[in-house]
């Protein structure tokens, strides 16, 4: 029977407690998430300043912008963004993609489309990169190798056997299953020792990280550097910032940018607007900073086995893909909504219970969290 493979997969999805379902949020913040008319306290958000309850008064806005960048989808709140994102972040242009996803992916295919420069080209993954990152290398024309998760001197002796004339060696700034951080600096000097670009992808770095809340690069800039708008800016998008040249190269050849319809005029103000305040946002770090120190104690106290993470995404693996389904559920039942992290996502037996704080929380919300977790394992 034709197409009968789609209910075999689903069955087997099931029996082996990977099966993938919607929920239906009728209401969310960083602190508390409602579910079928139920309140819960919100440990799976990526709001990790809080802003998603902030209200932002904008002037009217055109809704959409009607079509690609490149036939007349570019506005004046566009590019307003953009150069603001310039004149914070040190780079020479930018250009707005509607979400992160696609902007690394396209990037990576975009930048290596001429299958003649492909032949003599390599990107020098992290094996922990986001499925976006990964994807954008797999359907590149170049050469993909993975190096260890954070292992410069593996990377290097992969930089070394190479014979690529043009190398792109590509990180998160903060890796978003792990929460664990790049290094960027020894990555940037590693690049440049083996005339190599390095492409970042701050997403869940940017807004909290740096001393104005820039992000893991906010005092090294990589030669590519993509951030999002759907973390701590509660906004939606993303944003590439690189030379001019790099810009205009993705102008010619990045289909997902030529062929979309452009960012909303009302995204970009409100994202415009939102960027201004995490500026100004320093209680907020210091608070979520707060609340990180907090919980990894009270896990500590607890033998909570959390992996060495100091960012706000602290995740709690548990490996066995069916038993953290099972403790996500009973978290709920406890008023905590926690997300089961489980394969593909990750690799086989490592599911996690994957945590994530918010300067919103306080600090009844994160004792009744580490409670609740002791309870249910």
Not at 237 to 243: D, F, N, V
Not at 301 to 327: F, K, R, Y
Request: hydrophobic share 45%; charged share 20%; glycine share 6%.
């Amino acid at each position: 029977m034709a197409f009968d493979f789609i209910a075999e997969h689903l069955v087997e999805r099931q029996a082996d407690a990977l099966l993938r379902k919607r929920q239906l949020v009728e209401q969310s913040s960083g602190r508390f998430i409602q579910v079928a008319g139920k309140q819960y306290l919100n440990f799976a958000s990526n709001d990790y300043l809080g802003f998603a309850d902030d209200f932002i008064e904008i002037q009217a806005q055109h809704l959409g912008s009607h079509s690609s960048a490149l036939v007349n989808g570019y506005n004046q709140a566009q590019q307003t963004l953009e150069q603001r994102l310039c004149e914070l972040l040190g780079y020479e242009s930018a250009m707005l993609f509607n979400n992160g996803f696609s902007a690394n992916s396209s990037v990576l295919k975009a930048l290596f489309q001429d299958k003649t420069v492909a032949q003599s080209s390599a990107i020098f993954q992290d094996k922990l990169n986001h499925a976006s990152l990964i994807d954008g290398g797999l359907h590149s024309a170049a050469a993909m190798v993975r190096f260890n998760h954070n292992d410069l001197k593996h990377l290097e002796s992969r930089l070394q056997k190479s014979k690529a004339k043009h190398k792109l060696v590509v990180s998160e700034g903060v890796f978003s299953m792990d929460g664990d951080q790049a290094p960027i600096e020894a990555l940037c000097k590693l690049a440049k020792q083996y005339n190599a670009w390095l492409m970042i992808d701050d997403a869940h770095g940017f807004g909290v990280l740096g001393e104005q809340g820039l992000g893991s690069c906010e005092a090294i800039k990589p030669d590519l550097l993509i951030i999002t708008f759907g973390k701590a800016l509660a906004s939606s998008g993303a944003c590439l910032l690189a030379s001019k040249q790099m810009i205009d190269y993705m102008l010619q050849f990045n289909r997902e940018y030529i062929y979309s319809t452009a960012m909303s005029p009302l995204m970009a103000s409100c994202t415009l607007e939102r960027l201004e305040r995490l500026l100004k946002a320093d209680k907020r770090r210091a608070q979520l900073s707060e609340n990180i120190a907090y919980f990894r104690a009270l896990a500590k106290e607890h033998n909570l086995a959390l992996m060495e993470s100091t960012t706000a995404i602290q995740p709690l693996v548990l490996g066995d893909a069916e038993h953290t389904l099972a403790v996500a559920n009973k978290l709920k039942g406890k008023g905590v909504w926690l997300t089961a992290i489980r394969p593909p996502t990750v690799p086989f037996n490592t599911a996690r219970l994957r945590v994530t704080l918010s300067s919103a929380h306080q600090a009844d919300d994160i004792k009744k969290l580490v409670d609740s977790l002791v309870e249910c394992l």
